[in-house]
Nanobody, 118 residues
Framework: QVQLVESGGGSVQSGGSLRLSCAAS????????MGWFRQAPGKKREGVAT???????SYADSVKGRFTISQDNAKNTLYLQMNSLKPEDTAMYYCAARGCGVASYNYRGQGTQVTVSS
């Protein structure tokens, strides 16, 4: 059974940093492509960053230069380092997994809340 568990969220002031973690289990982690998504109240869910099995990454324009996605295959863990946080980064953050040959993310965690105050 695939399980994704996020942690590391919290409340910070504008300009602060947080590192989110996503512990994966129940599948061969290295064969999946991973991503971070977020959803703020009243807004659509948006992709934040993705990382493929070969380590290639992509970012939403709104977080480029501030957020870094990474993974530790030995620990089956995905990370999102978030620096220079802004109030508009406030959202529930989710990690998700998909087979790398599949377009849609099949699995998603429960999320971790990030709140940035000005």
């Amino acid at each position: 059974q695939v399980q994704l568990v996020e942690s590391g969220g919290g409340s910070v002031q504008s300009g602060g940093s947080l590192r989110l973690s996503c512990a994966a289990s129940g599948y061969t982690y290295s064969r999946y492509c991973m991503g971070w998504f977020r959803q703020a109240p009243g807004k659509k869910r948006e992709g934040v960053a993705t990382i493929d099995s070969d380590g290639s990454t992509s970012y939403a324009d709104s977080v480029k230069g501030r957020f870094t996605i990474s993974q530790d295959n030995a620990k089956n863990t995905l990370y999102l380092q978030m620096n220079s946080l802004k109030p508009e980064d406030t959202a529930m953050y989710y990690c998700a997994a998909r087979g790398c040959g599949v377009a849609s993310y099949n699995y998603r965690g429960q999320g971790t809340q990030v709140t940035v105050s000005s």
